[in-house]
Every structure is written in structure tokens, then in C-alpha cells.
């Protein structure tokens, strides 16, 4: 079993056995939606992707990515749409799945929950390794140049 590591700002009781998702939003020209917490437990003022924990009334982690990213941001996307792009351990989860959404022009994130984060915002994945970032977030933006380079090879 992976030891976790704790962020000094959390309840380590809260977040020692959970299970989370995270959905990367992509839009058609590559970038991604990215929004900064605040007035949360973890990694208050980090710029993060929509995700949260997984309730104990989700079936599967696909439908926990799906509800969280329509709880933040008002999209209704199902869950056929997610790629699987990265598991494992992190910091604030025993486990945790994240997943690629890959956006159409029309679909626009709202903040939906404006006590919790801001607005979300289109950065590329060059600007958002320099920001304030989950640690986690350069793990998977390892994962998604592995799945773009497995992409177009497929082609």
C-alpha cells in the first residue's frame, strides 16, 4: 500500500480513506478549464480541475466525474464521453480517477458553486505547470501528451 502524504492544511481524518475524481475539460483548440479554489479544505488558492469526492450513492467513478462536472459547472455530459487518463494515489485521496472530457465549441463551463472556486478559465497546459497548482495535475499532464501522442499515431 502507497503511504499518503498529507497537505498541511488538511483534516487528515476527513481524507484519509476517500476515493475522488477528477475531469480534465479540453476544448477543441487544446486548452484546458482550469479554476482556482477557495473556501475548502484542501488546497485552498491551487488552481484545480472539477472533481470532488466519490459519494457512497455513485455506482461507479464515471458517474461521480460526471455529477461533479455538472455540480461546478453546469454541463450535462454523461458519462460515455469520459476517457480514462490517469488513477492512483495523491495526496488528498487514497485513490483517486481522473478523466479527459473533450469539450465542443459550444459547451461552456459556468461556476455553479462560486463559494467554493472561481471562474473557469482556458489555459494551456504550459501555463498551468507554472501555476499554483494540486501536485497531482503534472502526473496527468504527463498522461494527456502520452494519450495525444497515442492519438495521432492511431490515425
Same mark, same amino acid.
Given at each position: 500500500?502507497?503511504? #499518503?502524504?498529507?497537505?498541511?492544511?488538511? /483534516?487528515? $481524518? +476527513?481524507? @484519509?480513506?476517500?476515493? =475522488?475524481? %477528477?475531469?480534465?475539460?479540453?476544448?477543441?483548440?487544446?486548452? #484546458?478549464?482550469?479554476?482556482?479554489?477557495? /473556501?475548502? $479544505? +484542501?488546497? @485552498?488558492?491551487?488552481? =484545480?480541475? %472539477?472533481?470532488?469526492?466519490?459519494?457512497?450513492?455513485?455506482?461507479?467513478?464515471?458517474?461521480?466525474?460526471?455529477?461533479?462536472?455538472?455540480?461546478?459547472?453546469?454541463?450535462?455530459?454523461?458519462?460515455?464521453?469520459?476517457?480514462?487518463?490517469?488513477?492512483?494515489?495523491?495526496?488528498?485521496?487514497?485513490?483517486?480517477?481522473?478523466?479527459?472530457?473533450?469539450?465542443?465549441?459550444?459547451?461552456?463551463?459556468?461556476?455553479?458553486?462560486?463559494?467554493?472556486?472561481?471562474?473557469?478559465?482556458?489555459?494551456?497546459?504550459?501555463?498551468?505547470?507554472?501555476?499554483?497548482?494540486?501536485?497531482?495535475?503534472?502526473?496527468?499532464?504527463?498522461?494527456?501528451?502520452?494519450?495525444?501522442?497515442?492519438?495521432?499515431?492511431?490515425?
Amino acid at each position: 500500500m502507497n503511504k #499518503i502524504v498529507y497537505h498541511e492544511d488538511m /483534516n487528515k $481524518e +476527513t481524507y @484519509k480513506y476517500t476515493e =475522488a475524481v %477528477a475531469v480534465v475539460m479540453r476544448n477543441p483548440q487544446g486548452l #484546458i478549464y482550469l479554476s482556482i479554489r477557495k /473556501n475548502t $479544505e +484542501t488546497w @485552498k488558492d491551487c488552481f =484545480a480541475f %472539477a472533481g470532488g469526492r466519490i459519494d457512497p450513492d455513485d455506482f461507479s467513478s464515471k458517474y461521480a466525474a460526471h455529477r461533479e462536472v455538472y455540480e461546478e459547472t453546469g454541463l450535462f455530459i454523461g458519462t460515455t464521453r469520459l476517457i480514462p487518463l490517469w488513477n492512483g494515489s495523491t495526496e488528498t485521496a487514497n485513490y483517486e480517477y481522473i478523466y479527459l472530457l473533450e469539450l465542443r465549441d459550444d459547451e461552456i463551463p459556468l461556476n455553479m458553486e462560486p463559494s467554493k472556486h472561481g471562474n473557469w478559465e482556458l489555459y494551456t497546459i504550459e501555463e498551468a505547470r507554472k501555476m499554483k497548482i494540486i501536485p497531482v495535475m503534472l502526473e496527468v499532464f504527463d498522461a494527456l501528451g502520452v494519450y495525444d501522442s497515442k492519438k495521432s499515431l492511431d490515425k
